[in-house]
C-alpha cells in the first residue's frame, strides 16, 4: 500500500500550496472581518485550474483525480474556509453534478464557464422544512407543456445571491416525499428567481450565502437534470461530493490549528520556559497531529475509491464525520493553547474555530453521517 503522492499530485499541492499562502492567507482576517470576497479570486483560481479540478479537459476542467481535488481543498481550507466553501459548492455539488447526470448540451454549455469562473453556481435542496429531511422538498414544478413552473424558497445556499447558475431541487407530486422530486438547471437572470443575502453567520463571514426565491419561475424541459423521479438520487450523489470537500477542507482547519499552535508555545514564556515544554501543552498538540494524520488519511482512502469509479458514501461519509469533529476539537484547542490571544482575532483560532464549526452541520449533520454508517453496517436500507 503506498501513501505517498505521485509527482502531479506533489505538482498541484506545491502550486495551490503557494498560491493559497500568498493570495488568500495574508487577506483572510480582513476578509472576514468585512464580510467580504473578492470575485476576481475566483477567475485567478479559474486559469491556474482549481475550479475544475476533476472536470475533463474537455469540458473545461483540469482533468485531474479525486486525491488531487482533496490536496487543493485542503490547502484552500488551510487559508481561509470562506473561500473553500464557495470553491466546493462551485465544484463538487454544481460541477460533477451537471457531469454525472447532465446531457453533452448541458455539460457543453455550463462546465467551461463554471471551471473558468466565468460564472458561479449554486446548489439548492436545503429550505425552512427541507434540511436533514431531503424528502421534504417542498418547492414545486408543475409541467405546463414544454416548460416547468417552479415555486418555492430556499435557504442557506452558499454562493446564493451571487450565482448566474442554480441546480434546484423542486416536487413534481407534492407529499410523494422522494419519488416526485426532480433537479432543474436554472440560471439566476429567469424572471421570478430573486435572491437575498443571508447575514449574522457565526462564521464563513467571507462566503455567501443567501435564500432563493421562486415566483412562477419559467424553464424548458430541456433544463431538467436527470429524470422526473430521479431528483433525491441526483441530490445524495451530489452530497457525496459535497461531504468530501467539506472533510478535505476540515484537514486544512485541523492543519492550520496545529501549526498555529505549534509556533506560538514555542515562543510564549510562561513561568520562564516556552509553553511548548509543557506536557499537557504537548497533549494537545499531539491529539491535534494525530487527528490531523487520519483526517487526511481518511480522506485519501475516500478519494482512491473515487478514483476507481466505485460508490463512494460509506467512505465519503466516514472521511465526512470524522474530520469535522477534528476540525471542531482542533481549533477548540488551538484557542486553549493560546490562552486569551486565542479568543481574540487578531490570532487565527477563533476564526478556525468559527469557521469549522458549521462543517458538521452543512452537506450532512455528523448525525446524519453515523445513521448512514449505521444503517450501512446493520444492513438496513438509508434513504433508498
Not at 128 to 151: F, H, I, M, Y
Not at 242 to 261: E, K, P, T
Not at 286 to 305: F, H, I, P, S, T
Amino acid at each position: 500500500m503506498d501513501f505517498s503522492l505521485n509527482d502531479e499530485q506533489r505538482m498541484i499541492q506545491e502550486s495551490v500550496r503557494k498560491f493559497a499562502r500568498e493570495k488568500i492567507l495574508p487577506y483572510a482576517r480582513d476578509w472576514d472581518r468585512q464580510g467580504f470576497f473578492p470575485r476576481e479570486l475566483l477567475r485567478e483560481m479559474g486559469a491556474l485550474g482549481y475550479l475544475g479540478v476533476p472536470v475533463p479537459e474537455e469540458y473545461g476542467g483540469a482533468g485531474l483525480d479525486y486525491i488531487s481535488e482533496a490536496i487543493v481543498f485542503e490547502e484552500i481550507g488551510y487559508a481561509d474556509s470562506s473561500v473553500r466553501t464557495t470553491l466546493s459548492v462551485q465544484m463538487s455539488l454544481v460541477e460533477l453534478t451537471i457531469l454525472a447526470w447532465g446531457t453533452e448540451e448541458q455539460k457543453q454549455a455550463y462546465l467551461p464557464k463554471l471551471c473558468s469562473g466565468e460564472w458561479i453556481g449554486c446548489f439548492g435542496l436545503t429550505e425552512p422544512n427541507a434540511g436533514s429531511d431531503a424528502g421534504n422538498v417542498q418547492t414545486t414544478a408543475k409541467r405546463d407543456g414544454d416548460e416547468w413552473v417552479l415555486n418555492g424558497q430556499k435557504v442557506w445556499i452558499s454562493n446564493g445571491t451571487w450565482s448566474e447558475l442554480a441546480i434546484i431541487f423542486a416536487q413534481t407530486q407534492p407529499g410523494s416525499k422522494y419519488k416526485g422530486m426532480v433537479a432543474f438547471l436554472v440560471e439566476t437572470d429567469a424572471p421570478g428567481f430573486t435572491s437575498r443575502k443571508m447575514t449574522g453567520k457565526l462564521g464563513l463571514r467571507a462566503s455567501d450565502t443567501g435564500e432563493i426565491f421562486l415566483d412562477n419561475v419559467r424553464v424548458p424541459d430541456s433544463a431538467r437534470l436527470g429524470q422526473v423521479g430521479e431528483g433525491f438520487k441526483i441530490a445524495m450523489s451530489a452530497l457525496d461530493n459535497g461531504r468530501y470537500g467539506v472533510a478535505s477542507g476540515c484537514v486544512g482547519i485541523i492543519q492550520h490549528a496545529l501549526d498555529a499552535s505549534v509556533k506560538y508555545a514555542q515562543e510564549r514564556i510562561a513561568f520562564d520556559k516556552p509553553i511548548a515544554s509543557f506536557q499537557l501543552i504537548q497533549d494537545m498538540l499531539a491529539q491535534m497531529k494525530v487527528d490531523a494524520d487520519a483526517a487526511r488519511l481518511l480522506c485519501y482512502q475516500a478519494g482512491w475509491v473515487k478514483n476507481q469509479g466505485q460508490r463512494s458514501t460509506i467512505p465519503v461519509s466516514t472521511a465526512k464525520y470524522y474530520a469535522t469533529e477534528a476540525c471542531k476539537r482542533a481549533a477548540d484547542m488551538a484557542i486553549q493553547i493560546h490562552g486569551g490571544y486565542g479568543y481574540s482575532d487578531e490570532y487565527v483560532p477563533e476564526r478556525l474555530w468559527r469557521d469549522g464549526r458549521v462543517a458538521s452541520l452543512y452537506e450532512g449533520t455528523s448525525q446524519i453521517q453515523k445513521l448512514i454508517l449505521g444503517r450501512y453496517l446493520t444492513g438496513i436500507p438509508a434513504f433508498e
